[in-house]
């Protein structure tokens, strides 16, 4: 079934180390994102790609780094410069001019 | 960076009632959409707007494309317990370095009681 996978669902970090998020998608979209949510928040924008080995900054991409080298995947990097990592990162692909579809997420905990 | 007004932040309502949310943004934007979230998932989109105007049905849902295309409605009638969720609505522009991102309200927790 076509759909946009990401991995793991749940990650402890402890602090001062860089974890990478996977997302995986087969549905063929150009796009894919990043957005992280807080507890009671809506979903701010870390990072986004339009097209394999481009990507953009979102409204929050400080300590964070991303990388679009398949147009299938785009793995999220959480680097020790982020001071407040513990969220829930979410993944999302779509085609141009089209609604995205989001991933199950990944709940990330700094220990 | 923008956000979009949503309201109401949070509604509890009784089975069998309709419910009413909405957004609105100071600018335009080419698509509307509405998510639903459940605690623990990825938002799951329910129905998107493409054209000013546009009155679009999904099942119980029904929402509408601002004619300013600055703001959209969702209606869900005869809410059932299974309707209990956060709902997004977001806004996507065309053209330009904003092709394709979507920006977010802040969401209106839904919860029906039987």
């Known amino acids: 079934d076509g759909g946009i996978t990401q991995s793991p669902k749940y990650l402890f970090r402890k602090e001062g180390q860089n974890v990478t998020l996977s997302c995986e998608q087969n549905?063929?979209?150009?796009?894919m994102y990043w957005y992280r949510q807080d507890p009671g928040q809506g979903l701010r924008l870390i990072y986004y790609s339009q097209i394999v080995n481009d990507f953009q900054k979102g409204d929050i991409a400080e300590g964070y780094s991303v990388s679009r080298e398949k147009k299938e995947s785009f793995p999220l990097t959480v680097t020790s410069a982020q001071k407040n990592p513990t969220a829930f990162y979410l993944c999302a692909s779509s085609k141009p001019g089209q609604g995205a579809f989001f991933g199950q997420g990944t709940r990330l905990t700094v220990v | 960076g923008q956000q979009l007004n949503q309201s109401p932040q949070s509604m509890f309502i009784q089975e069998g009632e309709d419910v009413s949310m909405n957004c609105t943004s100071s600018s335009i934007f080419n698509t509307w959409l509405w998510y639903k979230q459940e605690p623990g998932e990825g938002p799951v989109l329910l129905i998107a707007?493409?054209?000013?105007?546009e009155l679009t049905s999904n099942g119980r849902l029904t929402a509408q494309f601002g004619i300013t295309r600055k703001d959209s409605f969702l209606n869900i009638s005869a809410s059932i317990p299974s309707d209990v969720g956060i709902y997004f609505c977001?806004?996507?522009?065309?053209?330009?370095?904003?092709?394709?991102?979507?920006?977010f309200g802040q969401g209106t927790i839904l919860t029906v009681h039987p």
């Open positions: 977001a806004g996507q522009r065309a053209g330009g370095t904003s092709y394709g991102k979507l920006t």
């Open positions: 549905l063929n979209h150009d796009a």
């Open positions: 707007l493409y054209k000013a105007g």
